[in-house]
Nanobody, 131 residues
């Protein structure tokens, strides 16, 4: 069983930055795919960004709406995945979730963006951007 915990959400003004963290419960994986999703108020959950790695290979994926503003990364211990969010806009307001598919390397955004490939989900963290 893997537990994911998100942190780093909060309220900032438009143009500001936040960094979200997704920590796994003490396990490290030589390969994995971690995705960030968000659910804006009154809307469906949507893919934001993802990172997949296996050994020395890794890849990142981004939704068009955040490309160039958000960056997904992981630490060397392979326990925490980050989502750096810059130039935030009011439309980025949402509950942000991280999700993990351990021991799985998914090549291509068409796979990484599918909620169904993820086995574990965090509880979500609120991000509110004011204009």
């Amino acid at each position: 069983q893997v537990q994911l915990v998100e942190s780093g959400g909060g309220s900032v003004q438009a143009g500001g930055s936040l960094r979200l963290s997704c920590s796994a419960s003490g396990r490290t994986f030589s390969s994995s795919t971690v995705g960030w999703f968000r659910q804006p108020p009154g809307k469906e959950r949507e893919f934001v960004a993802g990172i997949t790695w296996s050994g020395g290979s890794s890849a990142t994926y981004y939704a068009d709406s955040v490309k160039g503003r958000f960056t997904v990364s992981r630490d060397n211990a392979k326990i925490t995945v980050y989502l750096q969010m810059n130039s935030l806009k009011p439309e980025d307001t949402a509950v942000y979730y991280c999700a993990a598919s351990p021991s799985a390397y998914y090549s291509g955004i068409s796979y990484a963006s599918r909620p169904g490939i993820y086995t574990y989900w965090g509880q979500g963290t609120q991000v509110t951007i004011s204009s």
